[in-house]
């Protein structure tokens, strides 16, 4: 059976980007987890309380990862940047090894540069942790054209 994870990396926890993440999955048996519950240390700069071991351990159970974040400042938001220039550090990063990822992002314009921004950086994650890539869409904040490409299997 397919375990679904939806990293919500929005610090708006019930927000578009949570709303458009639970349109593409409703129907499907998932879990959640909201990004902005959790301490995550910027590179280099670990802390006690960092709970980023914490995060590794619900993706481990999961096959698939539905990533979402809102478009801040023409790239993802610093939750999802913060989270992925961590995945560098650690060994328990090789959680995320053969899983398939669909990565979305939302915001009011999004330019062609950011889509292709976005579309990069979720190519560079899945190459470089050895992810199956299986869909990247950057939308306007009410997501129609997100929740119309991607079809998480």
Request: charge should be negative.
């Amino acid at each position: 059976m397919n375990k679904i994870l939806f990293m919500n990396c929005s610090p708006n926890k019930n927000g578009n980007t949570y709303r458009i993440g639970e349109k593409i999955l409703e129907g499907k048996e998932h879990n959640i987890l909201q990004m902005a519950d959790y301490k995550i240390s910027q590179y280099g700069q670990v802390y006690e309380d960092d709970q980023i071991g914490e995060v590794f351990k619900e993706i481990e159970k999961a096959d698939t990862l539905l990533i979402g974040a809102p478009v801040y400042w023409y790239t993802v938001s610093g939750i999802l940047k913060t989270f992925i220039d961590r995945l560098y550090m650690l060994p328990e990063a090789e959680v995320l090894k053969g899983k398939k990822l669909y990565l979305f992002a939302q915001g009011s314009a999004p330019d062609e540069a950011t889509k292709k921004s976005v579309t990069f950086l979720a190519g560079r994650v899945a190459t470089l942790m050895e992810m199956e890539l299986k869909g990247v869409v950057t939308d306007t904040s009410d997501g129609n054209e997100i929740i119309e490409k991607i079809r998480v299997v």
